[in-house]
T-cell receptor, first 115, second 111 residues
Framework: GAGVSQSPSNKVTEKGKDVELRCDPI?????LYWYRQSLGQGLEFLIY????????KSGLPSDRFSAERTGGSVSTLTIQRTQQEDSAVYLC?????????????FGPGTRLLVL | LAKTTQPISMDSYEGQEVNITCSHN???????ITWYQQFPSQGPRFIIQ???TKVTNEVASLFIPADRKSSTLSLPRVSLSDTAVYYC????????????FGRGTSLIVHP
């Protein structure tokens, strides 16, 4: 079956503009995760959803970052008033349910460059 | 929240066995240990998972001592294609789960 898909694959934007990143999880997966990976760095957890709710938003770097998931499927990560330090690869993953025992399946990521 | 510590990098040669150890001193009773592999320009992918003792699959083995404060990923007879970053992830199935991947271990396999 289809894996996790993300769009766009690449995004170049100007400082101060808003961007929306989209994630389509594997069908039937109720948990969805967002991560950020800066060049040469590890994965930084941002937020996860179990169904449509996000139990913990403390990983979001600032109030410029928000995420939503409607219908228990597609999720959108929005970055408002982008800054150059937001440049990174944004990865999305999904799993059957949330939890450390569940395998996370990752998408290819969205490479964001803020000029 | 279990924090993990791994070596930043390792080097090996084709055909050798590679062992990468992850420390997780404050692992909780219900926590599982999962390893992921990430190639450049790709998202991580699952390698192996365990709770205690030893787990083996077609690509790797995972050794977990009785106190579970560490785990060792063993890759037998590595090839150039095993060059990647390897992450150790610890977490449970209950409550609010915050996955912490850290920086991982960058493995370079030389000819």
């Amino acid at each position: 079956g289809a894996g996790v898909s993300q769009s766009p694959s690449n995004k170049v934007t100007e400082k101060g503009k808003d961007v929306e990143l989209r994630c389509d999880p594997i069908s039937g997966h109720t948990a969805l995760y967002w991560y950020r990976q800066s060049l040469g760095q590890g994965l930084e957890f941002l937020i996860y959803f179990q169904g449509n709710s996000a139990p913990d938003k403390s990983g979001l770097p600032s109030d410029r970052f928000s995420a939503e998931r409607t219908g228990g499927s597609v999720s959108t990560l929005t970055i408002q008033r982008t800054q150059q330090e937001d440049s990174a690869v944004y990865l999305c993953a999904s799993s059957l349910v949330a939890g450390g025992r569940e395998t996370q399946y990752f998408g290819p990521g969205t490479r964001l460059l803020v000029l | 929240l279990a924090k993990t510590t791994q070596p930043i990098s390792m080097d090996s040669y084709e055909g050798q066995e590679v062992n990468i150890t992850c420390s997780h001193n404050n692992i909780a009773t219900n926590d599982y240990i999962t390893w992921y592999q990430q190639f450049p320009s790709q998202g991580p992918r699952f390698i192996i998972q365990g709770y205690k003792t030893k787990v083996t699959n077609e690509v790797a083995s995972l050794f977990i001592p009785a106190d579970r404060k560490s785990s060792t990923l063993s890759l037998p007879r590595v090839s150039l294609s095993d060059t990647a970053v390897y992450y150790c992830l610890v977490g449970d199935s209950g409550g609010s789960y915050i996955p912490t991947f850290g920086r991982g271990t960058s493995l370079i396999v030389h000819p």
